[in-house]
């Protein structure tokens, strides 16, 4: 089998019932496509991880462990897994958004108003409060896991699956930065246990990004990224508005100083 950077799976079938139709992302431990569920007629999503993690049975029995734990999530602002498998590797099924992710508007030199930024928001804190309810921990808020149907309605995605999929993440290019560094806690900066106090505090990274175009606190290489924000509370930027306060509260050095995502 080829490198993830290569290999097109188009026109596969996984699992005797999931037909690969087109590639539409790539991202540092998986090729996303957009598939067809022979068995029920529907479009759906299908993340197809690297080739390399066949083997690794440790990583192998946790994403078994946290694809069950996140299929049965059942909320308006989290993305739907609808199935699993392994097929000369793993792959998850998810339901298929069409609106494009919030990374795809940023891209494209869009930000928000307020306002807008709001509704996003208030969109991730729900799903996020949902799953800390459940005791997942996301771990990897960023744009590009903020996803929007066909209604524009927001939902996590790899909610419940962020750390396995971190760990089989592999080395991006020269000059880029994981999505793990740019919206990484202090704690994860410092490799210190994470709670779901983490998440909040890379959705205010977010939400910042949102309303400037700009992610606070990213430096020429990663560790500079990380190390910038270890002892330099967020500054929420004038243009988030009346939310400027509970997103500086957000971006607070200690944990406990965060609100919670409810």
């Known amino acids: 089998m080829t490198s993830l950077d290569t290999d ?7 699992g005797g019932r999931y037909r690969l139709i087109t590639l539409v992302g790539s991202g540092a431990s998986a090729h996303v496509y957009l598939a067809e569920d022979t068995n029920l007629r529907r479009r759906v999503a299908v993340k197809v991880l690297h080739p390399a993690l066949a083997g690794d049975e440790l990583f192998l029995k946790r994403f078994r462990t946290e694809a069950r734990a996140a299929a049965v999530l059942n909320h308006p602002n989290i993305m739907a897994i609808h199935d699993w498998g392994y097929d000369d590797g793993p792959y998850l099924v998810s339901e298929l958004l069409g609106g494009g992710s919030l990374r795809a508007m940023y891209d494209a030199g869009h930000v928000l108003s307020p306002s807008q930024a ?3 928001g208030l969109g991730a804190a729900r799903g996020l409060d949902y799953a800390h ?5 996301h771990r990897d808020i960023k744009p590009a896991n ?10 996590s995605a790899d909610v419940g699956l962020a750390r396995a999929l971190a760990e089989a993440a592999t080395t991006e290019p020269a000059g880029s930065l994981v999505g ?6 202090p704690e994860q900066a410092k490799g210190e246990r994470v709670s ?4 909040v505090y890379s959705l205010a990274l977010v939400l910042c990004e949102a309303v400037t175009g700009e992610v606070p606190f990213v430096a020429d290489t990663t560790i500079g ?3 910038a924000r270890v002892d330099t509370p967020l500054e929420a930027p004038e243009e988030l508005g009346p939310m400027r306060s509970v997103v500086a509260r957000a971006g607070s ?6 609100p919670t995502a409810g």
């Open 253 to 258: 050095l200690e944990p406990d100083d965060r």
């Open 196 to 199: 779901e106090k983490a998440d």
């Open 146 to 155: 903020l996803l929007f149907d066909d209604d524009g309605r927001r939902r």
């Open 8 to 14: 097109d799976q188009t026109g596969r079938v996984l």
């Open 118 to 120: 709001l509704v996003v």
């Open 133 to 137: 309810g459940r005791q997942l921990v």
């Open 180 to 185: 793990t560094v740019r919206y990484a806690s």
């Open 225 to 227: 990224t990380l190390m």
